[in-house]
């Protein structure tokens, strides 16, 4: 590596943050285990790749359309593979990667086969603590605003210091559970989340622009005082907005979910509903002017009805008597029971 040219790719102090590059020393790496020394290969290859000359490719894009519908598809051949010989690494996107077929600009080409297919989207999988830092990482690019967006370009979530610890407060405050590898949040954390989502202290915008601020301090770009005074302002809204929400806490009843069959509805304040959030089964507490109680919300939980509840109300102040009971779709109901007549 002595004769490579050094760059900025390779080489930039304005990026050294907390934490610099894992890089190699002098010392012989003799006497290392296999596993060590598949470590130490790894770390001594990156170092090679980062001073290795920049990977060469001549890359084609071909749009094609067809009536209102427009495809694209692409191509390279790599006319230098640079840093890529060290470990004679391929394309990451095997579509991007091979020849395409001559064509001209402009020119026709014969519809030899079409056909209408269906197909259902996948939801993501779930995070695991590995994969949640890199979305920590550039969650800027989740934002919509432009200009929001322009200011996270150099930051995210935490930097590479924070960012595990960050995981470890939401699993010491109870907001999130491991459920063999996968990352679930609890009740609790739904809750939390629930409530904030709309607000400020959850945007994720803010977070980028403090990180943004500090970085700027520290180069002595921003003044000390200027920072403060927007963070107390800040401090404030958010104050008056937190102090003006309720928070909903599960009590400790649950029963078992006669929707799903698989998750527990959990009692709160002013609903009771299910864990499982595919399920959706909820029962509010409140109902025509009428509060259920425990007891009546586990009788239509476990048998499906209540007893005879009164003092319903109905939309013009008429008070009624009435059992609560599921329909098919497990929608809570009115059920008029037959009065008995007189003998």
Same mark, same amino acid.
């Given at each position: 590596?002595?004769?490579?040219?050094?760059?900025? =790719?390779?080489?930039?102090?304005?990026?050294?943050?907390?934490?610099?590059?894992?890089?190699?020393?002098?010392?012989?790496?003799?006497?290392?285990?296999?596993?060590?020394?598949?470590?130490?290969?790894?770390?001594?290859?990156?170092?090679?790749?980062?001073?290795?000359?920049?990977?060469?490719?001549?890359?084609?894009?071909?749009?094609?359309?067809?009536?209102?519908?427009?495809?694209?598809?692409?191509?390279?051949?790599?006319?230098?593979?640079?840093?890529?010989?060290?470990?004679?690494?391929?394309?990451?996107?095997?579509?991007?990667?091979?020849?395409?077929?001559?064509?001209?600009?402009?020119?026709?080409?014969?519809?030899?086969?079409?056909?209408?297919?269906?197909?259902?989207?996948?939801?993501?999988?779930?995070?695991?603590?590995?994969?949640?830092?890199?979305?920590?990482?550039?969650?800027?690019?989740?934002?919509?605003?432009?200009?929001?967006?322009?200011?996270?370009?150099?930051?995210?979530?935490?930097?590479?210091?924070?960012?595990?610890?960050?995981?470890?407060?939401?699993?010491?405050?109870?907001?999130?559970?491991?459920?063999?590898?996968?990352?679930?949040?609890?009740?609790?954390?739904?809750?939390?989340?629930?409530?904030?989502?709309?607000?400020?202290?959850?945007?994720?915008?803010?977070?980028?622009?403090?990180?943004?601020?500090?970085?700027?301090?520290?180069?002595?770009?921003?003044?000390?005082?200027?920072?403060?005074?927007?963070?107390?302002?800040?401090?404030?809204?958010?104050?008056?907005?937190?102090?003006?929400?309720?928070?909903?806490?599960?009590?400790?009843?649950?029963?078992?979910?006669?929707?799903?069959?698989?998750?527990?509805?959990?009692?709160?304040?002013?609903?009771?509903?299910?864990?499982?959030?595919?399920?959706?089964?909820?029962?509010? =507490?409140? =109902?025509?002017?009428?509060?259920?109680?425990?007891?009546?919300?586990?009788?239509?939980?476990?048998?499906?009805?209540?007893?005879?509840?009164?003092?319903?109300?109905?939309?013009?102040?008429?008070?009624?008597?009435?059992?609560?009971?599921?329909?098919?779709?497990?929608?809570?109901?009115?059920?008029?029971?037959?009065?008995?007549?007189?003998?």
């Amino acid at each position: 590596m002595s004769n490579s040219e050094l760059n900025r =790719r390779s080489v930039d102090d304005k990026k050294v943050t907390d934490h610099h590059a894992i890089i190699i020393t002098e010392n012989d790496p003799k006497d290392l285990s296999n596993d060590e020394s598949t470590i130490y290969e790894m770390i001594a290859g990156r170092m090679v790749e980062a001073f290795s000359k920049k990977c060469v490719k001549d890359a084609t894009t071909i749009t094609l359309t067809c009536g209102d519908a427009v495809f694209e598809t692409k191509g390279s051949i790599i006319k230098q593979a640079g840093w890529r010989a060290v470990f004679n690494e391929t394309e990451e996107n095997a579509d991007e990667a091979g020849n395409l077929p001559n064509v001209q600009e402009s020119g026709q080409l014969p519809v030899i086969h079409s056909e209408v297919m269906e197909k259902q989207t996948k939801p993501k999988p779930l995070h695991t603590e590995a994969s949640l830092l890199s979305p920590m990482e550039s969650a800027g690019k989740e934002v919509k605003n432009e200009d929001e967006r322009a200011a996270m370009k150099e930051s995210g979530i935490g930097t590479p210091a924070t960012r595990a610890a960050i995981i470890e407060t939401l699993f010491a405050r109870d907001y999130i559970r491991r459920e063999k590898k996968s990352l679930v949040p609890t009740d609790k954390g739904l809750a939390v989340y629930d409530i904030v989502k709309d607000k400020r202290i959850a945007d994720v915008a803010m977070t980028g622009n403090w990180e943004n601020a500090l970085s700027k301090i520290e180069s002595g770009e921003m003044d000390t005082n200027t920072f403060r005074q927007a963070t107390e302002v800040y401090t404030r809204q958010i104050t008056t907005e937190l102090l003006n929400t309720s928070v909903a806490v599960a009590d400790n009843n649950a029963c078992d979910c006669p929707k799903c069959k698989t998750g527990k509805v959990i009692f709160y304040p002013k609903v009771a509903k299910c864990n499982n959030a595919d399920c959706g089964l909820m029962v509010f =507490r409140s =109902r025509s002017e009428k509060e259920l109680t425990d007891k009546q919300i586990t009788d239509l939980l476990t048998t499906g009805k209540t007893a005879i509840i009164k003092g319903f109300k109905s939309k013009g102040g008429k008070s009624f008597d009435a059992v609560l009971m599921f329909d098919g779709e497990y929608k809570v109901v009115f059920n008029f029971p037959k009065k008995r007549g007189k003998k």
